[in-house]
């Protein structure tokens, strides 16, 4: 059976993100996924598409928090709330860390998968950062990337080639109708479905004629 195309556009700024991804990476041979990492950026596809952030609604801000702690518990995924979540998602930002993304992806993709993770374990399980050159350094490293290739990759990140790739991936989801993180995009008889967010699996997998197993396959599933 040939390998179904999944494209996952996410920013690392995203806790929702890192659930979906943690649970897409467990159905990759399970559903035969050939799955391609889009990283974009957040901050404009909520800017394309006239969004704002939870944190802007103080009680939805509060329920937003709470609630992607007990999502962690339900996909088995560590997580810890950052001390300052709003300022690391919206004052700081993920723009370098993306950039760094997109040129791994251009240069060395079989590192993606594995330094996207470190980079979320950092920010969202350890309270590491993931803004400046020494945090993005570290998760690389520790992924397995040469240290001569992080440095110059870090230095390159401003390059007009590297933005130029994050703003064309940015767009690309703005074009299919994103408005927030992440986007998940398949298949469906020939026709492009996308879906958003961590808690639609089981809707993909019965659009893809497949079967949902619950976060974990293998194990009985909890929906």
Known sequence: MSKRTVQFFYDVVSPYSLFAFEVLCRYKNVWNLDIKWRPFF?????????????AANPNKAIYTFKDSERIAKYFDV????????????????SMTAQRF?????MERPEMLEQITRELWMRAWARE????????????????GLPKDITESFLSRVKSDE?????????????????????????????????????????IMAHMMGLKWEGPKPGSPSKL
């Open 42 to 54: 957040l901050g404009g596809i909520m800017q394309g598409s006239g969004n704002k952030p939870p």
């Open 78 to 93: 560590p997580y810890k709330v950052p001390p300052d979540p709003t300022d690391f998602m919206f004052n700081n930002g």
């Open 101 to 105: 993304l997109c040129l791994v992806d």
């Open 128 to 143: 590491q950062d993931i803004v400046q050159p020494d945090g993005i350094a570290a998760a690389a490293t520790a992924a």
């Open 162 to 202: 590297v933005k130029k790739r994050l703003r064309d991936t940015t767009q690309e989801a703005l074009d299919l109708g994103a408005f927030g993180s992440p986007i998940i995009v398949f298949d469906v008889n020939g026709q492009k479905e996308w879906v958003f967010g961590c808690d639609r699996f089981p």
